[in-house]
């Protein structure tokens, strides 16, 4: 790794990861390399907000710990939290785990929180606003990593709430105000305590490490203790030297599951310390992107992008069953997915030598053009043909490539009446696009995708892929 990782977390400006539309800016390709290369080594990285948006999470972080320090000393038996996976898309308010000296307040849209008292309860300020900022936030990570992957825009859109959220919907996703070890706090039964070489207490809860099962998260807290493990097996403190403007960000296991495995998810824990000296405990809000609970978690954009899917992740998991199913995280850091990144900026900031170095890599080479036209049909097949076949309720049925030479020909042939319905271009046979020869692939993307031209998708070879073989588990997150 050395010589070709990062000495520590990536970190990088939420504005430059903000696309546009247009071609890739430098700073967003830097941006992106710089992310990805951070989740590869260290399941996280570190995201700068501009200083209006810092504002508001300190503000959230000083409202988060008079809220908690103004709770009873121990909850009554309605506000212990029972950790039933069937409620995960249906927590909201407060609740407590004694058993891991942990308090959280769930603020979860379309939810009004009551006490168990039927009245209604006061939570910290700001959240909405806060929820509104790390939402967009998880969202512009997730459309920087689909980039990455060579995914198309937002492909994930399906499986996420709408924004803004409809009449009478509950958001999946959820901001976690979180208290550990608030001194007053009575709850704390047992602990894992370890002391480090300087003879300071350290302690963890019993449940050492765990995943988020999130597509992403996202971090902001008021004092150090989230440790992630990286790709060696060792835990970092991914929070010891946050800016005020800085929160760290991290994949959970819905993204594992939705990318085929690319993406690896952070395992993390809590660390707790100088607990006689800290007036409050430990402060947090946590903002988990989540998949909605009707919906499933599908590696079709995978496929489409060419990107090799194993047996494992081949069918479909409803989002609900995935959430209620347990996770041994012993079987998903068993293979090696680290990928070497050689993305270090030119000093005038050109692009030309991070390219020249893509090019020398011989374990991420990009596509050849066959295969990516190949893609591209796939993609515009998927996206513009079949949803005006769709609409106009026509099954496709396509040809053999060698009869079909001679019905685009003929006015009565079996596919003369789709073609003209679909608009099928013509001289192009109509078999699966996957099929076509590359002139014809050419014509028939030409044909759906205004402005198209053989040399479309070229600028894309910085940050490309590798090719769907054994090789690439190297060349992935």
């Known amino acids: 790794m050395a010589g070709n990782g990062l000495p520590s977390l990536g970190r990088v400006k939420l504005t430059d990861l903000i696309p546009s539309e247009g071609l890739p800016s430098d700073s967003y390709k830097l941006s992106i390399s710089t992310l990805s290369q951070s989740f590869a080594q260290y399941s996280a990285a570190i995201i700068q907000f501009p200083a209006g948006d810092g504002a508001l999470l300190r ?20 506000m212990i939290h029972s950790n039933d996976s069937r409620e995960w898309c249906k927590t909201s308010g407060y609740y407590a785990d004694p058993q891991q000296w942990q308090e959280t307040y769930d603020y979860r849209p379309g939810l009004t929180p009551t006490e168990p008292s039927n009245g209604m309860e006061f939570p910290p300020g700001g959240l909405p606003d806060i929820f509104a900022l790390l939402g967009k936030a998880a ?17 994930f859109t399906e499986i996420l709430d709408n924004v803004p959220l409809r009449s009478r919907e509950i958001s999946s996703s959820v901001l976690s105000v979180c208290c550990h070890a608030r001194p007053s706090f009575q709850g704390a039964q047992h602990h894992n305590l370890t002391t480090q070489d300087d003879g300071q207490l350290i302690m963890f809860p019993d449940h050492e490490h765990q995943a988020d099962k999130s597509l992403i998260s996202v971090v902001k807290s008021d004092k150090a203790g989230l440790h992630i493990r990286d790709f060696h097996g060792r835990w970092i403190l991914v929070d010891g030297d946050l800016g005020p403007q800085e929160a760290v960000v991290f994949p959970g296991l819905a993204l594992y599951q939705a990318t085929a495995g690319y993406v690896n998810p952070a395992l993390h824990r809590t660390e707790i310390n100088n607990i006689p000296g800290n007036m409050y405990g430990r402060c947090s809000l946590a903002f988990k992107l989540m998949p909605k609970s009707m919906t499933s978690l599908s590696c079709s954009e995978m496929r489409a992008a060419g990107h090799g899917v194993e047996a494992q992740f081949q069918l479909p998991v409803p989002v609900d069953d995935f959430m209620q199913r347990s996770h041994p995280t012993d079987q998903l850091f068993s293979r090696n997915t680290f990928q070497t990144f050689n993305f270090p900026p030119a000093q005038d900031g050109s692009m030309k030598p991070l390219m020249r170095r893509r090019k020398n890599n011989t374990r991420c080479k990009p596509l050849p053009p066959s295969k990516r036209l190949r893609l591209e049909a796939q993609r515009v ?38 073609r003209m319905e679909i608009g099928w271009p013509h001289g192009v046979p109509f078999v699966h696009p996957h099929d076509l020869p590359n002139k014809a692939k050419i014509g028939f993307l030409e044909a759906y995708e205004p402005g198209w031209t053989a040399t479309h998708d070229m600028e894309l070879s910085l940050t490309e892929p590798a090719q769907t073989s054994q090789q690439s588990a190297n060349c992935r997150f």
């Open 59 to 78: 503000s959230g972080l000083d409202s988060a710990r008079l809220y908690f320090q103004q709770r009873a000393a121990y909850p009554s038996a309605d």
């Open 139 to 155: 969202r512009d990570i997730l459309d920087a990593i689909s980039y990455y992957l060579n995914l198309r825009s937002s492909p």
């Open 381 to 418: 097949l998927k996206e513009r043909v079949q949803e005006i076949a769709d609409k106009k309720g026509i099954k496709l049925r396509f040809c053999n490539l060698k009869e079909c030479e001679n019905h685009i020909h003929a006015l009565d042939s079996p596919c003369a009446n789709i």
